[in-house]
């Protein structure tokens, strides 16, 4: 089946020459030649006005591959806790299909993992990435997994199983996880929050950031998403991350009472 675009006119521009003018508008002139590769990113998911340059500039950094594993948190609630999507992914303007060997091989060694659609049918999370993946990568396929309602040991035994997904699938991959930093408080609040979390991202410090974010009470919507994908990272052979861009609503709003924050990041 094709799951149809839900964020589409309003994270995104629903027509498809509107849309790819904003793509292009957010993506920074080194699009053209990116200069390095990446085992995994992260890349914050609002609508393009406040994130898409921070989206843009991140992933216009790497040399995206046809295959891309998506990890994003659930807001809805829909669903399962550790949903693979079973479609491929309609944008306006392109179809973008599923990768079903690396779908195949997720379902094989991830025993969290189930197929699910309703998970993804109201979640923008991934969607809203899918067209700066694809006007980087115009043979992009994807294995989309949202996840919800997971502990630590759950996150670090999914990393596990996907590190043995990855490696039966045996083709290049980036893996992209999909977060919006803390959330509705002050320009000043969301900086000490966001930087504490950014600092255990930028350590590949998994335990640390899932810690770190309970503690201080900040309200990053995709660090389940992060906290798995660092686990993976770490399982490749991560040997660092790095910090391209981090930013919030206010900068556009104007707004500095009540924010949320935006990072892209690397991890090579």
């Known amino acids: ?59 216009a950094r790497i040399r995206i591959p046809e295959s891309v594993l998506l990890l ?34 997720i379902l094989r060694h991830c025993r969290f993992a189930q197929e699910d659609r309703e998970a ?52 290049l991959v980036l893996v992209l996880a999909s977060t919006d930093m803390n959330h509705y408080e002050s320009h000043e609040t969301c900086q000490r929050k966001d930087s504490a979390a950014l600092d255990r991202v930028l350590a590949l410090d998994a335990p640390g950031l899932l810690a770190v974010v309970q503690q201080e009470r900040i309200s990053m919507c995709g660090v389940l998403p992060v906290t798995t994908t660092l686990f993976l990272a770490r399982l490749l052979g991560a040997q660092g991350a790095e910090l391209v861009c981090h930013t919030d609503s206010g900068e556009v709003s104007g707004d500095t009472a009540q924010v949320v924050g935006y990072a892209g990041l690397l991890i090579v």
């Open 1 to 59: 089946m094709l799951r149809p675009p839900v964020a589409a006119g309003r994270f995104y521009p629903a027509d498809p020459k509107a849309l790819a003018d904003e793509v292009s508008r957010c993506l920074p002139p080194m699009a053209d030649s990116p200069s390095q590769s990446a085992l995994a990113a992260v890349a914050p998911h609002a609508g393009y006005v406040y994130s898409g340059r921070v989206a843009g500039e991140t992933l």
């Open 72 to 105: 994003g948190p659930n807001h809805t609630g829909l669903g399962y806790g550790c949903a693979l999507s079973p479609d491929d992914w309609q944008i306006p303007g392109a179809d973008i299909p599923r990768e079903e060997a690396l779908c195949k091989a």
């Open 120 to 171: 993804h049918r109201r979640e923008h999370s991934l969607e809203v990435l899918l067209p700066f993946l694809r006007a980087l990568q115009p043979c992009l396929r994807v294995a989309a997994l949202c996840l919800g309602g997971m502990t630590l040991e759950n996150c670090r035994e999914l990393a596990e199983g996907l590190h043995q997904a990855l490696a039966e699938y045996g083709q």
